[in-house]
C-alpha cells in the first residue's frame, strides 16, 4: 500500500539550529501539505504545494520557516533558526486531484532545546 | 474562538461501550467533513469522510453531519482496546474553480481509552 514517506521520525536540535524535514508524497499525488501539531492539538497547516508551486503559505511563519517542492514530487521543510516553541510534531499530507483525501505520513517529531 | 470545538476529553470506557466523539463548528462553508485516528506517535488515519448532511455507516462506525446545527459526531459500535487513540475531526470547504483541494481544519483531539 502506498504511504506517505517523511524522515527523519524524531529530531532533537537545541535553539538557534537549523533543522530540515523530508517528505516524499504518494506517488502521483499533485497536492502536498506540511502541517505542525502542537501536543494536545489538532494539526494546522503551514503550507501547501500544488506541483511546485506554493497554494497556501499564509501560516508559515517566513522569518525562520521555508518549504520547497523543486520538481513537484518530494519536499523540504526547513526552520531556521530552530525556537523552544518550534517544538511540535511536523506532518506531511498528500492528495490526487481526483480524490478528496488526504493521506498522512507518521510524521517527524522535533524537540528543541 | 477556533472554527472547530472538539472536547479534549481524556474519554474512558469499558469495552464493549458505545462511544460518541462530537464537534461543532462555526464556519457554515465547510462542507466536507472526516474523522481521523490518531494512535500515539503516529500520522493521522482517515476513519470517515462523509459531504453535506446525513449519516454513513462503515463496521462499527457512525459518523453523523448536522450542518443546520453545525454538530458532526462519531459513533463506535462494540468498542475494541484496539480503539484507544485520539480521534481528529476535520473538515473543509468546497474545491475553488481550477485550484486543488484546500487545507483541512481540526478539532483538537479527542483521547479515548477503551479498557478491556
Known amino acids: 500500500e502506498a504511504e506517505v514517506a517523511q524522515s527523519p521520525r524524531y529530531k532533537i536540535t537545541e535553539k538557534s539550529q537549523a533543522v530540515a524535514f523530508w517528505c516524499d508524497p504518494i506517488?502521483?499525488?499533485?497536492?502536498l501539505y506540511w502541517y505542525r501539531q502542537i501536543l494536545g492539538q489538532g494539526p494546522e497547516l503551514l503550507v501547501q504545494?500544488?506541483?511546485?508551486?506554493?497554494?497556501?503559505d499564509s501560516q508559515l511563519p517566513k522569518d525562520r520557516f521555508s518549504a520547497e517542492r523543486l520538481k513537484g514530487v518530494d519536499s523540504t521543510l526547513k526552520i531556521q533558526p530552530a525556537e523552544l516553541g518550534d517544538s511540535a510534531m511536523y506532518l506531511c499530507?498528500?492528495?490526487?486531484?481526483?480524490?478528496?483525501?488526504?493521506?498522512f505520513g507518521a510524521g517527524t517529531r522535533l524537540s528543541v532545546l | 474562538q477556533k472554527e472547530v470545538e472538539q472536547d479534549p476529553g481524556p474519554l474512558s470506557v469499558p469495552e464493549g461501550a458505545i462511544v460518541s466523539l462530537n464537534c461543532t463548528y462555526s464556519?457554515?462553508?465547510?462542507?466536507?467533513f472526516m474523522w481521523y485516528r490518531q494512535y500515539s506517535r503516529k500520522g493521522p488515519e482517515l476513519l470517515m469522510y462523509?459531504?453535506?448532511?446525513g449519516n454513513k455507516e462503515d463496521g462499527r462506525f457512525t459518523a453523523q453531519v448536522d450542518k443546520s446545527s453545525k454538530y458532526i459526531s462519531l459513533f463506535i459500535r462494540d468498542s475494541q482496546p484496539s480503539d484507544s487513540a485520539t480521534y481528529l475531526c476535520?473538515?473543509?470547504?468546497?474545491?475553488?474553480?481550477?485550484?486543488?483541494?484546500?487545507?483541512?481544519?481540526f478539532g483538537q483531539g479527542t483521547i479515548l481509552t477503551v479498557h478491556p
Open positions: 499530507a498528500s492528495s490526487s486531484d481526483r480524490e478528496n483525501i488526504q493521506y
Open positions: 476535520a473538515m473543509r470547504g468546497v474545491r475553488a474553480g481550477g485550484t486543488s483541494y484546500g487545507k483541512l481544519t
Open positions: 504545494f500544488q506541483d511546485e508551486s506554493v497554494v497556501d
Open positions: 506517488s502521483g499525488h499533485a497536492t
Open positions: 462523509t459531504y453535506s448532511s
Open positions: 464556519n457554515s462553508a465547510f462542507q466536507y
